[in-house]
């Protein structure tokens, strides 16, 4: 896969691609494509680059929903305790297992509360699983925490939203401005567009959510 990116220097314009894409920067290539300057004595400058994604096959080790070792133990544990302090108890599960790569299952009777608004308290009790993946752990280790499948779902949602805007901005050459997303979210819709022709995506806002605009070729 095959993304572009701005910023006023090259490293600017990789932590971008780092943040937008989810990526770490070994994930990926980096091309300039192009340097401009301008304003007085061209001091203002803007890069941008190319972003490679490598398509890396990932090992699936087993299908054992139960905790196989201490570092599986602390973090079903852990999510365990999280559930029953937040007063939703759940069961905790392995959903999958690749190399330093580990998805979490939970079921519960609140799950609804759990996933909460756009997926907003799943995403956070992920990004705890995955702090305390790094200590359990001792190196960099992703945890994915779903509830009743609610990540793939989401996805397919977002794809097909990604697609309807699409023909939209094609039929009224009018730019639109999606909801807020987290970077995860956007790489979908930037991903679903990437390959359209005479559509563009563009992240655009500060912060964890951003949002999408999805434009004409050459509007953005």
């Known amino acids: 896969m095959v993304f572009e990116f701005e910023g006023k220097t090259e490293k600017e314009a990789i932590d971008t691609a780092v943040a937008e894409l989810g990526l770490n920067r070994d994930e990926f290539d980096v091309e300039i494509l192009e340097t401009q300057k301008s304003g007085f004595l061209n001091l203002s400058k803007k890069v941008t680059i190319r972003v490679h994604v ?26 365990r305790k999280m559930t029953e302090k937040m007063g939703y108890p759940s069961k905790i599960r392995i959903m999958y297992r690749e190399e330093e790569k580990v998805g979490i299952r939970l079921d519960s009777e609140n799950s609804s509360i759990l996933i909460g608004k756009k997926g907003k308290n799943l995403d956070a009790m992920q990004v705890l699983a995955n702090v305390m ?60 567009l990437a390959d359209v ?22 509007v953005l």
């Open 54 to 79: 490598h398509q890396k096959p990932t090992q699936s080790f087993s299908l054992n929903p139960e905790p196989v070792n201490d570092f599986e133990l602390g973090l079903c544990d852990f999510m």
């Open 133 to 192: 993946a790094a200590k359990l752990h001792g190196s960099e280790f992703k945890v994915i925490v779903d509830i009743e499948n609610y990540r793939q779902r989401r996805e397919e949602s977002l794809v097909r939203l990604a697609e309807r805007v699409g023909d939209q901005v094609m039929r009224t050459k009018k730019s639109r401005l999606l909801e807020p997303m987290n970077p995860y979210e956007r790489r979908l819709i930037h991903t679903a």
């Open 197 to 218: 022709a005479g559509i563009e995506t563009k992240s655009e806002g500060e912060g964890l959510y951003k949002q999408v605009r999805i434009s004409p070729k050459g």
